[in-house]
C-alpha cells in the first residue's frame, strides 16, 4: 500500500546503455515529478506531467525522455548513458499543480561502471 | 542559481536538546515547505507554510517565515534519536507551477 512506488531500486549498468525508470502512484493525484539528487544530497527538478500532459521540462538533455502513460504512472527513459548520470532519481506526485505537498517515493539509484 | 541554502550544513545534539535549522532563499515566494529525507528513503513533507504566513506549527515542528529577510526556520522540540535525518526547506521560486526549489539540507544527528 505504498503511495509512490519507483522500480527497480538499485540500476547498474554500463556507460552507454539505455535504461527506464519506472513509477506509480496510488494517491488519485493529477500531478507528477522526477527529480534529481545528486551525490551531495543536491535535489533538481527534472520534469513534470499534469494528468499526462509535460508542464516542467527543465532543460535536461534529450537522451532523457520522460513517458505518461495515465495519470497515475510516469516513467523515464534514459538513453545513451554517462558517467554523469549516476545519482538517486526521485519520483514524486501532488494533488494537482497547485502549491501543495509533494510525495515522494523512496528512489532509484543509478549507478554507471 | 535560485537553489536556497541552508545552516547548518549539519547539527549534532542529544536526546530533548532543540534543534534549529535555518534556510535562505533568493527569489519571492507563494509558499515555502520543509521535508526530512532519512537515509536511504524519499523526501517526507513536514510543513507547508505561505507566503502571509509567520509561523506555524505542527506537534513538536515550529516553523517561521520572514519574506522581508527571505528566511525561514525549523525548531524540532525535545529531539528524539529518530529524528535523525536530513532537513531540506523548498520553495516554489515565486512561479505559477508546484515546481520545488531545494535548499542544500542540513543533516541532524540525534545522540542518544
Known amino acids: 500500500d505504498t503511495a509512490v512506488s519507483q522500480t527497480p531500486k538499485y540500476l547498474v549498468t554500463q556507460m552507454g546503455n539505455d535504461k527506464s525508470i519506472k513509477c506509480e502512484q496510488n494517491l488519485g493525484h493529477d500531478t507528477m515529478y522526477w527529480y534529481k539528487q545528486d551525490s551531495k544530497k543536491f535535489l533538481k527538478i527534472m520534469f513534470s506531467y499534469n494528468n499526462k500532459e509535460l508542464i516542467i521540462n527543465e532543460t535536461v538533455p534529450n537522451r532523457f525522455s520522460p513517458k505518461s502513460p495515465d495519470k497515475a504512472h510516469l516513467n523515464l527513459h534514459i538513453n545513451s548513458l554517462e558517467l554523469g548520470d549516476s545519482a538517486v532519481y526521485f519520483c514524486?506526485?501532488?494533488?494537482?499543480?497547485?502549491?501543495?505537498?509533494?510525495?515522494f517515493g523512496d528512489g532509484t539509484r543509478l549507478s554507471i561502471l | 542559481s535560485q537553489q536556497g541554502e541552508e545552516d547548518p550544513q549539519a547539527l549534532s545534539i542529544q536526546e530533548g536538546e532543540n534543534a534549529t535549522m535555518n534556510c535562505s532563499y533568493k527569489?519571492?515566494?507563494?509558499?515555502l515547505q520543509w521535508y526530512r529525507q532519512n537515509s536511504g528513503r524519499g523526501l517526507v513533507h513536514l510543513i507547508l507554510i505561505r507566503s502571509n504566513e509567520r509561523e506555524k506549527h505542527s506537534g513538536r515542528l515550529r516553523v517561521t517565515l520572514d519574506t522581508s529577510k527571505k528566511s525561514s526556520s525549523l525548531l524540532i522540540t525535545a529531539s528524539r534519536a529518530a529524528d535523525t535525518a536530513s532537513y531540506f526547506c523548498?520553495?516554489?521560486?515565486?512561479?505559477?507551477?508546484?515546481?520545488?526549489?531545494f535548499g542544500t539540507g542540513t543533516l541532524l544527528a540525534v545522540q542518544p
Open positions: 527569489t519571492s515566494i507563494n509558499n
Open positions: 523548498a520553495t516554489d521560486g515565486g512561479g505559477a507551477t508546484n515546481k520545488l526549489i
Open positions: 514524486a506526485s501532488s494533488q494537482d499543480t497547485g502549491f501543495q505537498p509533494q510525495h
